[in-house]
């Protein structure tokens, strides 16, 4: 069995799509269904609501009352998840193989029949309350946060939490006209990776989601952007670390360049060798966690990097991580190259006997790929990589401009020189 | 699947779970020492030589070693606990052999001053790192007034002040004591040569000097009580509870497992019903630690704080209600769970391969995956109830942090 033979696709009559990635050898599945729910729809002075509906959603169905709902799931002993992001609402679960599809059959009532009642909406908006007081207390949390929102703006750069004040005042109305909008079959994905037989597979869902209709109509491209919002950049606490977070511009998911964007990212932050880890870490002791990775939203991608570290050694930890994102339009090594297509090779292999970081992926090449990528390509891709092809890529694109946040005691400072390391 | 187990001359064991089927394999070196035997002026010692193993050995730097670990597409890692120090790396079957070798190098590190002056430079901002995070260091608080200055009260990352103190001369020593063949095995899960392993494990390790290695854990008595502390700038309240708990070789583990998920699993549980499908919580569970010889029950919950009174007492009441008994439907319910998990976590390499190390640091024989599940099947009502009854979860030691200034847990005690 190839790789391209294990995956499918199939849209059904109403709009609705499916695809999976067959593993024979588990004995488990797992599933995700990526409505176009996102807190991109979420109308101005309504943030909030795409995620509040996610919550109450979940909480009862027209056919499933709210323990019968979870009672079901647990006796599947369905390890299940709920949450909304920018782009969609995603309902899914991991479980054996055997019980995917009374599994699917209550996603499939969620999906179609939540029954939004207004017994269950102030615990659904007191759940949703105290995720955004528990942010507050998550500082590099929070700094990311923050980073994204700057950079990104709007609409890409919400936080589908919202507002403590918006979310207190969004009504049962809003709520069932968000759902009745945006809990749709037309650019819904169902994706299922593990054990399965696709015919069946195919079957079932027809016949669970297959006459699902949405609402003629509905905007399905977003909420008009809202006023920015005027931001600090400086958030003042006095933590025991300055979280810092940077970002610079990326690249776009469906990129034909973005595996070259993916290999400089690698270089950077990837593996014990990297060069933030060696060089904020390593050879100058200024802090225990440093990373950076790409990020992507529809037709656009980001460039995040975080370091927490004491005051002290926070404006060293900040010029060091500029200067080594810099240094990569000077050019990667040829051991660096080498080195980066012996672990993309490997972690994906290692990645395969996961069904649930399978969907993950597939979700996410569906929605913003357009497309199932079989897990070979990216490794043969990586795997092609000449030299001078990603020193021209690197050596056209400078990092920057810079986005910077922080939280601390004090702000710091960018484009200061670094002195090298002593060690 | 076939499990291979074999002892060095000088001790080391080396022990696999095969499987032809996988793509790749887990291996790892696991050492029987940890938090829980430092001495108090050591605290933080096996946390710190865990960072310094990857500074470098006598004949390759800390740069050779991060080159060499990524050379082989390796997925390295090492973890460090009250009881256990793992050193690990995931590889494709190719490299199992040169894999072997670098971390059976690095079980004989340098210890160099000038890397442990760097790396406590490192281990000091991860202190900090955690100071920051909620609870901010409320659970090793929690747990050193529970078992007090040593032992399992000791921190696994020690304080500032303590690792300020180490020198590399008293890791030296700690070292030459732990690292003992006899006190490590070489472990290793998924597409494994066993044939070679062993032989590669006499050729890299199979110099090491014997050594006699005892172990005194010493078994505190729990103290009870509780303690609420405002933290400035805190917008949620957090609440930490311990309570005792099977051991690694309590023939009630099983069924104590069963009545945590049933008190605060994450789904479908007492605690979920009460206090997070309410939204009374923002999150709350019970799980359980097991030690040797001894263990822990701890439950736990954060809120904002005009909330904390009522959770507090919602918590209270159901784990002291626990030994009135739970219904057969809440334990097949957590049965269901429990076996589910089981055969999600078995397909992972990584995680096998922490299991079968995991047995033998607790000096148990080795079970699989569907032994431990028939295990489950074999828990009936009758025993998760007489064990909610030897089990006392209510009782025991308590911390609130957070925004709250006051909070009574125990209507006896008010904090």
């Given amino acids: 069995m190839t790789f391209t033979d294990r995956l499918f696709r199939h849209q059904f009559d109403n709009g609705l799509t499916l695809v999976a990635d067959r593993m024979p050898w588990l004995q488990t599945a797992a599933f995700s269904i990526a409505m176009p729910a996102g807190c991109r729809f979420d109308p101005a002075g309504g943030a909030g609501l795409a995620n ?158 297959g006459d699902w209709k949405g609402l003629n109509g509905a905007a399905t491209n977003g909420s008009p952007p809202r006023a920015a919002l005027q931001l600090d950049r400086h958030i003042s606490v006095a933590s025991k670390q300055t979280h810092i977070g940077l970002a610079w511009p990326g690249v776009a998911y469906d990129d034909p360049r973005w ?32 990373m950076a990775s790409l990020h992507a939203a529809p037709g656009r991608g980001a460039s995040f990097a975080y370091c927490g570290t004491t005051s002290e050694a926070a404006q060293e930890s900040l010029d060091v991580m500029v200067a080594e994102i810099g240094r990569l339009q000077e050019g990667i090594s040829a051991d660096e190259l080498r080195r980066l297509k012996v672990q993309v090779r490997s972690s994906l292999i290692m990645q395969q006997e996961s069904c649930r970081a399978r969907v993950g992926t597939l979700v996410n090449d569906a929605l913003l790929l357009g497309r199932l990528r079989p897990v070979d390509e990216l490794g043969n891709l990586i795997e092609s990589i000449r030299l001078e092809e990603i020193n021209d890529y690197l050596a056209s694109r400078p990092a920057g401009p810079f986005e910077l946040v922080t939280l601390g005691e004090h702000p710091l400072e960018l484009d200061r020189a670094v002195s090298p390391a002593t060690a | 699947m076939q499990y291979r187990q074999q002892q060095l001359d000088n001790g080391l064991t080396v022990l696999a779970e095969c499987n032809d089927q996988a793509q790749f394999l887990s291996l790892g070196f696991f050492v029987r020492t940890g938090a829980r035997d430092e001495q108090p002026v050591d605290g933080g010692v096996s946390h710190f030589l865990e960072h310094m193993v990857f500074k470098g050995t006598r004949t390759r730097s800390a740069d050779e070693v991060n080159l060499l670990l990524d050379d082989m597409g390796s997925s390295s890692n090492a973890r460090t606990s009250e009881e256990s120090t793992i050193y690990h790396a995931a590889v494709l079957p190719e490299f199992q052999t040169p894999a072997v070798e670098l971390l059976a190098d690095l079980m004989r590190p340098a210890l160099r001053d000038v890397d442990f002056a760097m790396e406590k430079k490192v281990i000091i901002e991860e202190i900090m790192m955690y100071e920051d995070q909620p609870p901010w260091g409320g659970y090793e608080r929690l747990m050193q007034q529970y078992f007090g200055e040593s032992g399992l009260g000791q921190s696994v ?73 405002a933290k400035d700038d805190a917008h949620l309240e957090y609440l930490l509870h311990l309570a005792p708990g099977p051991s690694v070789d309590s023939s009630d583990r099983y069924a104590v497992r069963m009545l945590g998920m049933i008190l605060g699993d994450s789904s479908g549980s007492r605690i979920f019903w009460k206090m997070l499908d309410s939204g009374l919580a923002e999150s709350a569970g019970v799980g359980g630690h097991e030690y040797l010889g001894t263990g822990l029950m701890m439950a736990y919950f954060c809120c904002m704080p005009d909330r904390a009174a009522k959770n507090a007492e919602l918590m209270h009441e159901i784990l002291e209600t626990a030994a009135e008994g739970v219904s057969g439907r809440e334990v097949e319910l957590a049965r269901q769970k429990v076996i589910a998990q089981i055969l999600l976590a078995s397909e992972h390499t990584e995680t096998r391969m922490f299991s079968v190390g995991g047995q033998w640091l607790n000096s148990q ?13 074999q828990v009936t009502l009758d025993a998760v109830n007489e064990a909610a009854q030897r089990w006392p979860l209510a009782a025991g030691r308590t911390l609130a942090i957070g925004a709250c200034e006051q909070l009574v847990w125990n209507p006896a005690v008010v904090g």
């Fill in chain 2, 365 to 377: 024989p080795f079970v699989t995956p569907a032994q431990i599940a028939e295990r489950y099947r």
């Fill in chain 2, 157 to 229: 990352l020690g304080s500032v002040e303590s690792v300020t103190g180490l020198n590399p001369d008293r890791m030296r020593a700690y070292h030459a004591r732990r690292y003992a063949p006899g006190n490590v095995a070489l472990v290793a899960a998924g597409k494994v040569d066993f044939e070679q392993l062993v032989r590669d494990a006499e050729q890299f390790c199979g110099h090491w000097e014997p050594q006699p290695v005892t172990r005194s854990l010493e078994l505190a008595t729990p103290a009870n009580g509780f303690e609420c502390r």
């Fill in chain 1, 259 to 290: 595996h070259l964007a993916r290999g400089a990212m690698g270089v950077l932050s990837d593996g014990l060798s990297s060069r933030l880890f060696r060089e904020v870490r390593e050879r100058r002791g200024l802090c225990y966690a440093v």
């Fill in chain 1, 52 to 209: 509040l509906s996610c919550e109450l959603a979940f909480r009862e169905t027209e056919t499933l009352d709210s323990h019968a709902l979870v009672e079901t799931l647990d006796g599947l002993g369905c390890d299940y998840y709920s949450n909304t992001t920018v782009l969609s609402t995603y309902f899914g679960g991991a479980l054996p193989a055997d019980q995917l599809e009374a599994a699917l059959a209550v996603y499939a009532d969620v999906a179609r029949h939540p029954r939004l009642a207004p017994t269950w909406l102030e615990e659904a908006r007191l759940a949703c309350i105290q995720e955004i007081e528990a942010m507050e207390d998550d500082l590099a949390g929070k700094a990311m946060s923050r980073l994204r929102q700057l950079h990104y703006g709007e609409p890409w750069g919400r936080l589908p939490e919202g507002d403590l004040a918006s979310v207190n005042a969004i009504s049962l109305d809003e709520i069932r006209t968000f759902a009745a909008h945006h809990y749709r079959p037309e650019k819904t994905i169902v994706a299922v990776a593990g054990k399965f037989e696709f015919d069946d597979l195919r079957r079932t869902l027809e016949r669970q989601m």
